[in-house]
Nanobody
Framework: EVQLVESGGGLVQPGGSLRLSCTGS????????IAWFRQAPGKEREGLEC????????YFVESTQGRFFVSGDSDGNTVYLQMTSMVPEDTGVYYC???????????????????WGQGIQVFVSS
């Protein structure tokens, strides 16, 4: 059984930073990609960035003007979302998901991801 667990969320002041982790277990070769999504209150789930498991590069999330970036462990089971210079609009529930599709210069789409974590709350407020 595939399980994804997010951690590292919570309350942060504007301008601050948080690092979310997503740790997967039971992942197979069909789950070659891990992606981060977020859902702000009253809004649709938004794809941030995806990374192939085991990829040791860092990818900036374009929609956040370079404030967020995604990286992963070489073992391919943990992926991170580093969030910097945070603003209140970053408030929401953050999810990681596993799937098979990740395209360069294209935000991940929920429909392409089969397995999801339970989500973790992030609050940006003074």
């Amino acid at each position: 059984e595939v399980q994804l667990v997010e951690s590292g969320g919570g309350l942060v002041q504007p301008g601050g930073s948080l690092r979310l982790s997503c740790t997967g277990s039971g992942l197979t070769s069909d789950d070659a990609v891990i992606a981060w999504f977020r859902q702000a209150p009253g809004k649709e789930r938004e794809g941030l960035e995806c990374i192939r498991r085991g990829d040791h590069f860092t990818y900036f999330v374009e929609s956040t003007q370079g404030r967020f970036f995604v990286s992963g462990d070489s073992d391919g089971n943990t992926v991170y979302l580093q969030m910097t210079s945070m603003v209140p609009e970053d408030t929401g529930v953050y999810y990681c998901a596993a799937g098979a599709y990740c395209a360069a210069d294209e935000a991940p789409a929920p429909k392409d991801y089969k397995h999801w974590g339970q989500g973790i709350q992030v609050f940006v407020s003074s």
